[in-house]
């Protein structure tokens, strides 16, 4: 028999695991783990966040130099369909609520079957018109957070929570066809993923003081909480985490009781990572892709080679599973794909990732290089696709009118594309490059200047962009060359020196301001429409996307997401704000 299980987290922190070295967590079930399977110490993502890295998953190739988050595209080869096209019976149970938005509405039909289970992160589930309970928060206020107090009322009991339900559905998955031959089951839960929102007896397992405010969501910015209410956030986290083990622990039981070892692959795995407070931040997205956030677990038990208690410390990826369940079930790969099976003794020298109009970086296990834009308008950017949405919405009658039928690219099947300017959420620029030795500084907490090494480094991502057919925009955008060798005159961290350590700076916390401060009480909105001229130009250009995604958030929380805006110049517009009464 041949069959194949994959579970799969969002947002799971390998930092936070015993297996990678993790202290004072409850994760019992991912040690078992850990002794049962090959663990990859040198794993990293690919394209992110959410969707980019299931389109990666699907497809086994880079999704972000092309275009942004999105659907599966019509001329896209899916893992799952393909293994279904060949007899194999794929089975989807998960509560990832981006799969029932715009952005990801095709990625589901791709199995034979599936299953959904609602409620996270605000998604779009119960109709409630009054105002729900909220208790005292230190939260983030966003459009989400309403709907997610809804949902929490129809949360209380661990059994109705989405992330059981979906291993229930897994599970029963798993024991309806124990006896059948061919089938692969995606056990695919949101959690870690913030709101951290588990029970009550986890978080009294991981010491979570819970008369003080819940503070389970923090705002991808930098740190304005103070040490106590790090370790709070920190603590619900691992809370989620240990309720994340209690179902892996299922699983695993189920394995031993049915003896699936014997003829039944394994991988546990997640898409990203997420940072919890290290090196001031929160989050993802908003910052380089740091080890924390793009540094991934991975546990594969493979039946055929039976390793287990191994670590293995080859260079793998995201777009690697794809191949790896294509080829344990004899399905030939399409030429399309560019990952390589984790069972095939092959092994790449370098891997890129990244998110589309962010930092472009590299890996060859050892370093990892930071290409930022080569100058502040992060220009030019489009997206490549057939399939106009973004997370939560369709493309806008405005974004297609800019839109052009363009060639598409060698793995798009002789399709044309619409080619769309498509401005990312943030710009690398103001964070500069960034080149670190993980060997010898694995924190990443001292960024090098080393032009021998940026330069070996700037020739290394060249070679796997143009393997990956990169748009030539994309060399423009990062100053690099789209022909011939890189050469010492394209390299950046000598320019860009200053940027990187005003980035590294942290924020003004909350304690440093009044209750009635300014940057505390004013909106962006009430900044960017009644005084846009207290603001340094350079700024004031990127806020109007920031505007857009979050328009009530305080200017505190605004320009703690901007590394351009160091802590010095918060007090000056604080002042400036106060002195000008705008309220």
Known sequence: MKRAVMVMYDSLNRRMLPPYGAENVHAPNFSRLAGHTVLFENCYAGSMPCMPARRELHTGRYNFLHRSWGPLEPFDDSMPELLRQHGVHTHLATDHQHYWEDGGATYHNRYSTYEFFRGQEGDRWKGQVGEPDVPETLNGTTFLSRQDWVNRQHLQDESQHSQTLTFDAGIEFIETNLAEDQWFVQIETFDPHEPFFSYEQYRRLLGVDT????????????????????????????????????????????????????????????????????????????????????????????????????????????????????????????????????????????????????????????????????????????????????????????????????????????????????????????????????????????????????????????QLMRDNDAPAEQYERLGLPAEGQVLTEHLLIGHQWDQVQQALQPSVRQTDLEEDSPLRTLTLTDVLDRCPDLLPGHILAGLEGMRRLNPSAPLLEVFAAHPGVTAEMMLALDAALATRKVS
């Not at 705002?219 to 240990?242: C, N």
């Not at 299922?250 to 290290?278: A, K, N, P, S």
């Open 211 to 462: 008369e003080q405010p819940v503070f389970d969501w923090p705002s991808y910015r930098r740190v304005i909480e103070t040490p106590e209410e790090v370790e709070r956030a920190r603590g619900e986290y691992l809370s989620l985490l240990a309720m994340c083990d209690r179902s892996l622990g299922r699983v695993l039981d189920l394995f031993d009781q049915h003896g699936l070892w014997d003829d039944t692959m394994l991988i546990v795995c997640t898409d990203h990572g997420f940072l919890l407070g290290e090196r001031g931040w929160w989050g993802k997205s908003v910052q380089p892709w740091f080890d924390e956030t793009i540094h991934t677990p991975l546990f594969v038990w493979d039946p055929r080679d039976r390793a287990a208690g191994v670590r293995r410390d080859s260079l793998v990826q995201t777009i690697d599973i794809a191949p790896t369940l294509l080829d344990y079930f004899t399905v030939d790969a399409p030429a399309d794909l560019h990952g390589l099976p984790l069972s095939g003794g092959r092994e790449r020298t370098g891997a890129l990732f990244g998110a589309h109009g962010g930092h472009v970086n590299v890996t060859d296990g050892r370093y990892v290089y930071m290409r930022a834009c080569a100058d502040p308008s992060n220009a030019p950017l489009y997206n490549y696709t057939l399939m106009p949405t973004h997370m939560r919405a369709r493309f806008s009658t405005a974004d297609l009118r800019q839109a052009t039928l363009v060639d598409g690219f060698g793995f798009t099947k002789g399709v044309p594309l619409l080619r769309v300017p498509g401005p990312p959420v943030g710009n690398p620029w103001w964070h500069g490059s960034l080149l670190f030795d993980l060997q010898t500084d694995p924190q990443q907490q001292n960024p090098l200047h080393d032009d021998e090494l940026e330069l070996r480094l700037c020739n290394l991502m060249v």
